[in-house]
């Protein structure tokens, strides 16, 4: 139907009248702005989601075709990523969100990691070997592993203290000091040379672009991260406890070994392929029962958190 044909007089005259309310209570003219919009062009779709740019951010290094494969993948995965912060984001303004605000969050959030994890299989079965080994060589020492948006994820998901390795915990005199605690996050263990226990190049790259907003982050939600108003406003709500869990077992298990999965077929187990990491030490920092990182440690049982990461949880997780 043409919208020109249903639309009264009178409801045009309504919504004008709506329109001079709104932009009078900002101190404006309407007319200006019906103005600028009898003059203004039409809105076209790849203008709006700016297209021909989109297009022109995939810049192979190498002339191995897969390259494009690799790059794409990594760019639509850091788009999931800033939408997991966006939900997160608009939980953590809440200071008191409602049940059902928070159960849809926590809904998105999880089809996003959701479908992070499947789409793995573009890099598993996507791309012939014999390329990645090559053109990776050519992008060292970047990684991956400098993926700054999951480690905000990461960050405004839980207590900084749940990103220490359970067995480091005991290291931190004071959960509260920011500090304290980035010194001794699980990761900053997974970039450093085999042999001499050093950090390695892309380590010390990621930390001198990111510590600072990583340590602003942590402080802005301490006290406001999504396991904070579970704790202060949800504890024991069986609704929200099964989007958490569902959101911890994708985060820190079942999407770390899809990335494994895709290393392990690429890189097999010889230590000597880790520089085609960018010098990250996959087969130590990947594996979720090595670091056991749990978002939310009073949903899961002492069983299940022994458990965690090993094939008997796996297969429980995606029952």
């Known amino acids: 139907m043409n919208p020109q044909q249903s639309t009264t007089p009178e409801d045009l005259t309504v919504q004008l009248k709506k329109l001079q309310e709104k932009y009078a209570a900002m101190g404006q003219d309407l007319s200006s702005y019906l103005d600028g919009l009898l003059y203004s062009d039409y809105l076209t779709y790849w203008e709006y989601i700016h297209l021909d740019t989109l297009l022109s951010l995939q810049t192979p290094r190498t002339r191995f075709k897969d390259e494009l494969v690799f790059i794409i993948y990594h760019q639509i995965t850091e788009l999931y990523f800033r939408l997991i912060l966006w939900e997160l984001e608009q939980i953590s303004q809440h200071i008191h969100p409602d049940e059902k605000f928070l159960n849809e969050r926590l809904t998105r959030i999880i089809r996003y990691f959701r479908n992070l994890e499947f789409s793995f299989d573009i890099m598993t079965e996507g791309m012939e070997k014999e390329q990645f080994l090559k053109f990776r060589m050519a992008l060292l020492p970047a990684s991956g592993f400098q993926s700054a948006q999951y480690r905000l994820i990461e960050i405004m998901a839980t207590d900084m203290i749940n990103l220490i390795s359970p067995d480091r915990q005991h290291l931190i005199r004071n959960p509260d000091d920011v500090d304290e605690m980035l010194d001794h ?26 510590m600072e907003t990583f340590r602003q982050t942590g402080k802005k939600y301490r006290l406001t991260n999504l396991y904070q108003i579970y704790r202060k406003h949800y504890a024991g709500n069986a609704v929200i406890i099964e989007k958490l869990r569902a959101f911890d077992t994708l985060a820190n298990v079942l999407w770390p070994l899809a990335h494994l999965k895709s290393a392990g077929k690429y890189l097999h187990k010889d230590p000597e392929d880790i520089k085609a990491t960018g010098g990250t030490n996959w087969q130590k920092y990947l594996p979720p029962r090595f670091q056991k990182i749990i978002f939310f440690p009073d949903l899961w049982s002492a069983a299940e958190k022994e458990a965690w990461g090993s094939a008997a949880f796996v297969q429980k997780a995606t029952l």
């Open 185 to 210: 996050l699980y990761w900053r263990k997974g970039a450093t040379e085999l042999a001499t226990g050093q950090k390695t190049l892309t380590l010390r790259q990621f930390e001198e672009k990111y």
